[in-house]
């Protein structure tokens, strides 16, 4: 039976990392292999692999969107050794500290990333990867377009999501996507890591904030908000997000647009995973406020998929 520090290992002497002598598995990831690389010289790597890649290009688009994220963004991203269809190497990162000090620098990272790459239009130039499922980047004048077409009613077929939701809550989704002007205010487009939970929150040698495995587009900087605060931030994390805010010039009523927001991750979940961790609970509970006038909701979809 393969494991799969052996599909690591494989891969690496494959791609010419012979002298690899050994893999040790990490933890944190949820959509492929991950594993830590001993090399003959001493030095230790990153390794990542999918057992079936979802495609050709998914790794190269992941450090694609790390390097967009250095030199576009200025936030610290770890090197890229490797990245071919079958497997990412990185740099090593270390595990962030457990200091207020350090969300707070992330603030001043996040608040530069987010103010200085306003773009005039949503999307990216390529289609990337949200774990296994390709994420549709397809350039959108319209945010609220934007984010209705291809990062909410995109779920709606995958077969997990459709398995998950009664009609009911499909119609109500639909509708929410049709009021989106109303809930959320105009916005302009920023470059934005695409998938920043906490877990994707590390840290460099000398212990400045670093991302990892983004799913990067030019769309609204509360997105990546919106995945921070709703993924278990640490006690220390608190300060980050008032900074943020104040650096940023957040209305007050930014924690309240939160659940609409992350209605796009809790979608990604549901769509990848058995175990959904509560996610379709969640959706259900957003958008059940607008479980009414179903027709209006059909057309919305229909327009926005013409």
Same mark, same amino acid.
């Given at each position: 039976?393969?494991?799969? &520090?052996?599909?690591?290992?494989?891969?690496?002497?494959?791609?010419?990392?012979?002298?690899?002598? !050994?893999?040790?598995? @990490?933890?944190?990831?949820?959509? @492929?292999?991950?594993?830590?690389?001993?090399?003959?010289?001493? &030095?230790?790597?990153?390794?990542? #692999?999918?057992?079936?890649?979802?495609?050709?290009?998914?790794?190269? #688009?992941?450090?694609?969107?790390?390097?967009?994220?250095?030199?576009?963004?200025?936030?610290?991203?770890?090197?890229?050794?490797?990245?071919?269809?079958?497997?990412?190497?990185?740099?090593?990162?270390?595990?962030?500290?457990?200091?207020? !000090?350090?969300?707070?620098?992330?603030?001043?990272?996040?608040?530069?990333?987010?103010?200085?790459?306003?773009?005039?239009?949503?999307?990216? %130039?390529?289609?990337?990867?949200?774990?296994?499922?390709?994420?549709?980047?397809?350039?959108?004048?319209?945010?609220?377009?934007?984010?209705?077409?291809?990062?909410?009613?995109?779920?709606?077929?995958?077969?997990?999501?459709?398995?998950?939701?009664?009609?009911?809550?499909?119609?109500?989704?639909?509708?929410?996507?049709?009021?989106?002007?109303?809930?959320?205010?105009?916005?302009?487009?920023?470059?934005? %890591?695409?998938?920043?939970?906490?877990?994707?929150?590390?840290?460099?040698?000398?212990?400045?904030?670093?991302?990892?495995?983004?799913?990067? !587009?030019?769309?609204?900087?509360?997105?990546?908000?919106? %995945?921070?605060?709703?993924?278990?931030?640490?006690?220390?994390?608190?300060?980050?997000?008032?900074?943020?805010?104040?650096?940023?010039?957040?209305?007050?009523?930014?924690?309240?647009?939160?659940?609409?927001?992350?209605?796009?991750? %809790?979608?990604?979940?549901?769509?990848?995973?058995?175990?959904?961790?509560?996610?379709?609970?969640?959706?259900?509970?957003?958008?059940?406020?607008?479980?009414?006038?179903?027709?209006? !909701?059909?057309?919305?979809?229909?327009?926005?998929?013409?």
């Amino acid at each position: 039976m393969t494991t799969s &520090t052996d599909l690591l290992l494989t891969r690496l002497h494959a791609a010419g990392l012979t002298d690899v002598r !050994s893999v040790e598995p @990490a933890t944190g990831g949820l959509a @492929a292999e991950a594993g830590f690389a001993r090399r003959g010289d001493g &030095t230790t790597v990153f390794v990542k #692999a999918f057992a079936e890649p979802p495609s050709e290009d998914a790794f190269a #688009a992941e450090a694609e969107g790390l390097d967009a994220l250095r030199t576009l963004g200025g936030v610290a991203t770890p090197e890229v050794l490797v990245a071919d269809r079958d497997v990412l190497v990185l740099t090593v990162l270390r595990p962030r500290p457990a200091e207020e !000090s350090f969300w707070e620098q992330l603030a001043h990272a996040l608040a530069r990333l987010h103010t200085g790459t306003v773009h005039p239009r949503y999307g990216w %130039h390529r289609d990337n990867w949200l774990g296994r499922r390709r994420q549709v980047n397809t350039w959108t004048d319209d945010g609220f377009q934007f984010f209705a077409r291809h990062r909410l009613l995109r779920w709606l077929d995958e077969p997990r999501v459709a398995a998950a939701l009664a009609p009911e809550d499909r119609v109500a989704l639909e509708r929410l996507c049709a009021r989106l002007p109303e809930l959320l205010p105009v916005r302009p487009a920023c470059l934005t %890591h695409g998938d920043l939970w906490t877990q994707n929150v590390l840290a460099t040698p000398d212990g400045r904030p670093a991302l990892i495995d983004p799913a990067v !587009s030019y769309t609204w900087a509360e997105v990546d908000l919106a %995945h921070l605060w709703t993924t278990a931030p640490p006690p220390e994390a608190e300060r980050f997000f008032g900074l943020y805010a104040e650096l940023t010039a957040l209305d007050a009523g930014w924690r309240e647009r939160m659940p609409i927001l992350q209605l796009r991750q %809790h979608l990604a979940v549901i769509a990848q995973f058995d175990h959904d961790w509560g996610a379709a609970d969640l959706v259900r509970r957003t958008v059940a406020p607008f479980r009414r006038r179903p027709a209006q !909701s059909r057309a919305y979809r229909a327009r926005a998929n013409e």
